[in-house]
């Protein structure tokens, strides 16, 4: 009888040892479990994310983000698909539009196109509105060449592409959001939105300001009620604060300033600041920046031209018919402003004559030309191109009529003559992608910059 106790004692012996291990099996199993699930949610949670309007995008290569430190650097062109633009080699609105040049590019998008180049931290702009009016933007960083590609900052990639990017390095996670996106969140949610009026109001929401009307739909009644005239326009922060009352007849943005162009219910217009001040009273039929560097702007009254700066003040009177060159027939040339030509020399026409102001107001070549430029053509060389200015020596062609021939010469930038007023014809030829200047005298064909070389110390000159 004893030794079945014993026997029954020691069978729920061993049964409660084999339960115990048993326990201790699952509760380390659950452990394991746990430190998996848990190794895994924070792998995932470190590997890398990109996201385009809170979307998780997988086709990327490798090389689209570069990361050195605390810095972050983006490849130009292959940033392009994905906020749908298209990227391209070369130098856009110029003959090396058509290059393959791989230390430039430029990208396209629906209505702007921004372009980049190698060592050089200005980026290039311009709507494909038709006005062909640039601005440029300096980042803050020169463009560089990495894995055989151009890359720029998110400074620079930001106002290429008119993107708003974010990196959290906790998460590992990089977050873009495109224009048209952040277009249509505030429409949805600010019933007063008025930014489908015009694309470059639309770049406000980039700098936490949008246009506001004084109605709401008003990109309908924009587009159904152009006789509406109740309806006006104002600004405001993203979150609602006022900085210019729903006052305006018009307002359109200037990104290159973040300023306003207003419109007074008088059809007059002035600039007003981001933070609401005042900078150019609304008292000229138009205005339009032409140096940001100075803060000049062209402005028009009944229709005469000149100068003011942005306090308001007269630079260059307006009694212009016009200020500013006609680029068209010169694109080899690749001139960024019209309006200021190296920096320094304002074209002025009047009664049929042009001359040159400097940026301080001076008259540096009397208003006594026929005409600015060298048209050409020619049957035998497609390559031989019209010009207007010759980048060399900070030249300007200038010309003048005799009887039935014009006849040209070269100005500098501060006005001083280079060439005199002899020439029968000045060009430029294409050659292996680079630019060649010649001028024709008395049937001889010279090398501008050759025979300038030759007879003058163009450093010299152009420093005085």
Known sequence: MNIMLDNESKVKSKDS???????????????????????????QSTEFKF????????NYKDDLFVFNGDKIYISIKDMASFV????????????????????????EGKNEVASFELNSNIIYKITTDGKADYE?????????????????????????????????????????????YLVNYYENNNKNSAISTSFNNQK???????????????ASLAQNNN???????????????????????????????????????????GIITSTGTTKIQPQYDELKQIDKDSNLYLATNNEKQGVIQENGKTLIYLEYDKIGIDTQNYTVNDIKNPYLLFNNAIPVYQNGKWGFYDKTGKIIVPIEYDSLGCLVKSNTNINVNS?????????????????????????????KTIVPIVLSSIYSITNSGRQEYYMINADNTINVIEWVNKRMDIDKINAE
């Open 17 to 43: 040892k084999t339960m115990k291990i048993l326990v201790i099996l699952m509760i380390i199993i659950v452990l394991i479990s746990v430190g998996i699930i848990g190794a895994i949610y924070y792998l």
């Open 51 to 58: 996201l385009i309007n809170g979307v998780a995008s997988k």
């Open 387 to 415: 010009i207007i200015i010759i980048p060399d020596i900070k030249g300007i062609v200038v010309c003048k009529k005799y009887e039935d021939m014009n006849l040209y010469g070269v100005v500098n930038y501060q006005g």
């Open 84 to 107: 749908d633009y298209t990227a391209y080699n070369g130098s856009y609105g110029n003959q090396e539009q058509y290059s393959e040049d791989s230390t430039k590019c430029y990208v």
């Open 136 to 180: 440029y933007f300096e980042i803050d960083e020169p463009v560089i060449q990495l894995n055989n590609k151009l890359y720029t900052t998110v400074t620079g990639i930001c106002k290429a592409y008119n993107i708003t990017f974010s990196y959290n390095k906790s998460n590992n996670q990089i977050s873009i959001y495109t224009l048209p």
């Open 227 to 269: 006789n509406n005239t109740s309806l006006r326009y104002g600004v405001c922060t993203l979150d609602g604060q006022e900085i210019v009352g729903t006052k305006y007849q018009d307002i359109e943005f200037i990104e290159s300033t973040q300023e306003f162009l207003v419109k007074t219910t008088n059809n007059k217009v």
């Open 204 to 218: 406000a929401i980039l700098y936490n300001l949008l246009i506001v009307s004084n109605e709401s739909n008003t």
